[in-house]
Structure formats: C-alpha cells, structure tokens
C-alpha cells in the first residue's frame, strides 16, 4: 500500500487549497478512504471520510461547509477541497486506508494558513 499526498502549502485566511492523494498498491475503489490532520503538540484528527464509491461522506464538525472531499477511482485518487481557510487548520494533513486491521498513512503535506 502506498498513499502519496500532495497540494499543501501556505495560504493566508480565507483562502482555499486541494490536497490530492494517488493510491496504489490496493483496490482502490473497494475501499473507504479518510484525510486526517494532526497539528504540533495535538493528535491526530479525523477530517473527513469517503465511501469506496463516494455516496458516503463525512466530516469533523470544525470543517463542515468548508470542506469537500471527493475520489476518482479511475485515477485511483482522493481530494481534500479546503474553502475559507482558518489559521486553526493548519496542520500536516494525511491521506489514509484502513485494510483488515492495518491503517496505513501517506507521508503526510503540510497546510499553513496564516496572514
């Protein structure tokens, strides 16, 4: 299994970002994928999750209406669309895929938003 993140960067607040994840090494499509956060000093946090074909999606109270998760699984691809950035979700964000009992985790993009 390898999750490759990308799209991260510093923006200022109020700003938007998509991070992108190419899967490989597992079904793709046959899974449910997650984007998690973890901020410096804090745990790592559910952000959002996908159903294996997208008609599933769920999101952590603090980014609802601001953010969009979506997949291509032709493209074996998951999204993080992030609208009206705050400074409080700055964060290394990872992409993840829980198969039988292993998560496993890309190598983690950072995301900074300040002024």
């Known amino acids: 299994v390898q999750l490759v993140e990308s799209g991260g960067g510093m923006v200022q607040p109020g700003g938007s970002l998509r991070l992108s994840c190419v899967a490989s090494?597992?079904?793709?499509?046959?899974?449910?994928m997650s984007w998690y956060r973890q901020a410096p000093g804090k745990e790592r946090d559910l952000v959002a999750y996908?159903?294996?074909?997208?008609?599933?999606?769920n999101y952590a109270d603090s980014v609802k209406g601001r953010f969009t998760i979506s997949r291509d699984n032709a493209k074996k691809t998951v999204f993080l669309q992030m609208n009206s950035l705050k400074p409080e979700d700055t964060a290394v964000y990872y992409c993840s895929v829980r198969r039988s009992a292993t998560m496993y985790w890309g190598q983690g993009t950072q995301v900074t938003v300040s002024s």
């Open positions: 996908i159903s294996s074909y997208g008609r599933t999606t």
């Open positions: 090494g597992f079904p793709f499509s046959g899974n449910s």
